[in-house]
């Protein structure tokens, strides 16, 4: 009797242990996510930080699940949220969340801030933001603290798999180049010298990531700037796209696509994934009753002309169907434009994602 009950002990036991190694397994081989970037992206580092640009109180989140401000400029999911979603993880949590630590630390992080660009001097007007060489830094540390969990060769290795968002570039234009008239940059160059120089820039972000460990990256482009409701309020006669912004996106992308090219060749790999979130957005903006919308020139929260004016606060008009609205506020697509931006990253063709989109990647890794 005591045989076979120490027997049958010893089986339950052994159940158990490979239950608990089964529940592990999932956070070791899990594939880490990180994100850089600006409010496209960010999900609630600002929340933390004394500064002007913030997305921490209602209307945004109203269609979040805890339907609660989370930071996200948006009134529910992120274009990160949504890509964890289809890389069946957990959403990154905000680098400077209290919550990140411990066994949080191998889903990834997000790094990113809104108001920041490719330039120091991009929103200066906001004060106090991450700008994009301290998320390079915060990164660093970020695989000094996963280091201390699982070792130094384990972190360099969850790193290395890692799947890379970083979303730069439009405000550079929206926020500095053609923030004011005469803005000091416009002064200093024509608009095409200008896009050369901010590509140079965003060449040595793109290669200090590499030296940092990233090799799946997802570089996103400008979206139609002038195409936002802000721009159409503040630059259109007719509400047609302000043509400057246009220009200036239609400049900056292909050689945005040309770069990372040259990136890829230096690599010998595709490190470098080329989203091109411009022509993503210009489907649904150009016929929007074909994906849904009722309109994608008036924003759901905001005011004045196109509800473009000033900032998504409780005493701006809100839409009652954000599932109409391709954008949330007077910058940012709604969840539902994410949602389609997100299905193009996954399973987009070269037009709009290349040399391959998400699905491939996850495919060949």
């Given at each position: 009797m005591?045989?076979?009950?120490?027997?049958?002990?010893?089986?339950?036991?052994?159940?158990v242990l490979?239950?608990?190694?089964?529940?592990l397994?999932?956070?070791?081989?899990?594939?880490?996510?990180?994100?850089f970037?600006?409010?496209?992206?960010?999900?609630?580092n600002?929340?933390?930080?004394v500064?002007?640009?913030r997305a921490d109180?209602?209307?945004?989140?109203?269609?979040y699940?805890?339907?609660?401000?989370t930071?996200?400029?948006?009134?529910?999911?992120?274009?990160?949220?949504?890509?964890?979603?289809k890389?069946?993880?957990?959403?990154?949590l905000p680098?400077l969340?209290?919550?990140?630590?411990?066994?949080?630390?191998l889903?990834g992080?997000?790094?990113?801030?809104?108001?920041?660009?490719?330039?120091?001097?991009t929103?200066?007007?906001?004060l106090?933001?991450?700008r994009?060489?301290?998320?390079l830094?915060?990164?660093?540390?970020?695989?000094?603290?996963?280091?201390?969990i699982?070792?130094?060769?384990?972190?360099?290795?969850?790193?290395?798999?890692a799947?890379?968002?970083?979303?730069?570039?439009?405000?550079?234009?929206v926020?500095?180049?053609?923030l004011?008239p005469n803005s000091a940059?416009?002064?200093?160059f024509?608009?095409?010298?200008?896009?050369?120089?901010?590509?140079?820039?965003?060449?040595?972000?793109?290669m200090?990531?590499?030296?940092?460990?990233?090799?799946?990256?997802?570089?996103?482009?400008?979206?139609p700037m002038?195409?936002v409701?802000?721009?159409?309020?503040?630059?259109?006669?007719?509400?047609e796209?302000?043509?400057?912004l246009?220009?200036?996106?239609?400049l900056?992308?292909?050689?945005?696509?040309?770069?990372?090219?040259?990136?890829n060749?230096?690599?010998?790999?595709?490190?470098?994934?080329?989203?091109?979130?411009?022509?993503m957005?210009?489907?649904?903006i150009?016929?929007?009753?074909a994906?849904g919308?009722?309109t994608?020139?008036?924003a759901?929260?905001?005011q004045g002309?196109?509800?473009?004016l000033?900032?998504?606060?409780?005493?701006?008009?809100?839409c009652?169907?954000?599932?109409q609205?391709?954008?949330?506020?007077?910058?940012?697509?709604s969840?539902?434009?994410?949602r389609?931006i997100?299905?193009?990253?996954?399973?987009?063709?070269?037009k709009?994602?290349?040399?391959?989109?998400l699905?491939?990647?996850?495919?060949?890794?």
């Amino acid at each position: 009797m005591y045989l076979y009950a120490s027997m049958a002990n010893t089986s339950v036991l052994v159940m158990v242990l490979i239950a608990l190694l089964g529940s592990l397994t999932p956070l070791t081989e899990a594939r880490a996510f990180f994100v850089f970037g600006d409010s496209l992206v960010d999900s609630g580092n600002n929340n933390y930080l004394v500064t002007s640009a913030r997305a921490d109180s209602p209307p945004y989140g109203i269609d979040y699940p805890t339907h609660r401000a989370t930071g996200r400029f948006s009134n529910g999911l992120n274009i990160p949220d949504l890509i964890s979603e289809k890389i069946k993880s957990e959403p990154t949590l905000p680098y400077l969340s209290p919550q990140l630590s411990g066994k949080k630390l191998l889903v990834g992080a997000n790094f990113a801030s809104a108001g920041i660009g490719i330039l120091n001097d991009t929103g200066i007007q906001f004060l106090n933001i991450i700008r994009i060489y301290t998320q390079l830094e915060y990164f660093q540390q970020y695989q000094r603290r996963l280091g201390a969990i699982v070792g130094a060769q384990k972190a360099k290795a969850i790193v290395n798999k890692a799947l890379v968002l970083i979303t730069l570039g439009g405000n550079d234009f929206v926020n500095n180049y053609y923030l004011v008239p005469n803005s000091a940059r416009s002064r200093q160059f024509a608009l095409p010298d200008y896009v050369r120089y901010l590509i140079s820039e965003y060449q040595k972000i793109l290669m200090r990531l590499y030296e940092l460990g990233a090799r799946r990256i997802i570089v996103t482009g400008t979206g139609p700037m002038g195409c936002v409701p802000a721009e159409r309020a503040m630059r259109s006669r007719n509400g047609e796209c302000a043509a400057e912004l246009q220009l200036a996106a239609r400049l900056f992308n292909p050689q945005l696509l040309q770069m990372i090219k040259g990136l890829n060749n230096k690599c010998h790999a595709d490190v470098f994934i080329a989203a091109n979130t411009k022509e993503m957005h210009m489907s649904f903006i150009t016929d929007p009753q074909a994906f849904g919308f009722t309109t994608s020139k008036v924003a759901c929260c905001g005011q004045g002309p196109y509800n473009g004016l000033g900032l998504c606060t409780v005493l701006s008009n809100l839409c009652s169907n954000r599932g109409q609205y391709a954008f949330w506020d007077p910058f940012h697509p709604s969840e539902k434009a994410n949602r389609l931006i997100v299905d193009q990253i996954m399973g987009g063709s070269t037009k709009y994602m290349n040399p391959m989109n998400l699905s491939t990647i996850l495919a060949l890794d």
